[in-house]
């Protein structure tokens, strides 16, 4: 037997009985520290060693905050000739009333998963007849109650409690969802606002459509 192997068997012979160190891996020495498969570091306890997420309350809340200023500003500077102005195909509807149903959809939210908790329910405008200023003064109460939900829902685990006048059932109540489905609402009526302008020959000026993507006040208007 040569060298080698003697030493070899010697430090074998030489390791007590429960001294694992020895034959631990290294990371597996340091109690504190493991590696996984994707060689994140992480305690025995299975926690990653990551920092913790970032608090994503205010992000969120500034959010709606931007999709409401977008909101108003169209109903600010939608000329007043295309208030009345028929929806094509449906003659019962007009712009006016496409502005109006903004805040009152608000509000329809409002009542339905907020006034149980205590959040206040703005009235509601009549879309027949509401005028600019009394419009843009009514967003601002409703985006303030569509703002006391999403809080409600972050101090409550992330999601808006449940409550007895919730019977449509097809929004999933996390944050999340609430606040994705509320731009995506207002969204939808801006775009047809500026489709039905278009469509009845009123096309609406560049600096009006412009503002629908303007979501950063300081940005500089980029030309599409």
């Not at 709606?64 to 200023?69: G, L, P, Q």
């Not at 409550?156 to 606040?179: A, I, M, Q």
Request: hydrophobic content about 40%.
């Amino acid at each position: 037997m040569g060298p080698k192997k003697r030493m070899t068997l010697k430090s074998k012979a030489g390791r007590k009985d429960g001294d694992t160190k020895s034959i631990l891996p290294a990371a597996a020495s340091a109690p504190h520290i493991m590696r996984n498969s994707l060689s994140v570091s992480a305690t025995f306890d299975g926690r990653s060693g990551l920092p913790p997420p970032p608090d994503l309350r205010t992000t969120l809340v500034a959010a709606w905050r931007t999709n409401n200023r977008v909101t108003v500003s169209l109903v600010q500077h939608v000329p007043s000739v295309l208030w009345d102005i028929a929806v094509p195909g449906a003659p019962q509807r007009t712009i006016r009333s496409i502005l109006a149903h903004f805040h009152n959809a608000r509000c329809w939210w409002v009542k339905m998963l907020g006034r149980e908790h205590g959040i206040t329910l703005p009235m509601r405008v009549d879309h027949r007849r509401v005028a600019r200023r009394e419009l843009v003064a009514a967003l601002k109460r409703s985006g303030a109650g569509i703002e006391a939900l999403l809080e409600l829902g972050l101090a409550s685990e992330g999601r808006v409690p449940p409550s007895k006048g919730y019977v449509w059932r097809n929004l999933s109540l996390d944050v999340g969802h609430v606040l994705t489905y509320f731009v995506a609402h207002e969204a939808h009526h801006r775009g047809q606002i500026v489709m039905v302008a278009r469509q009845t020959g009123h096309r609406l000026p560049r600096a009006i459509t412009d503002g629908l993507w303007q979501w950063k006040t300081d940005a500089p208007r980029v030309p599409r």
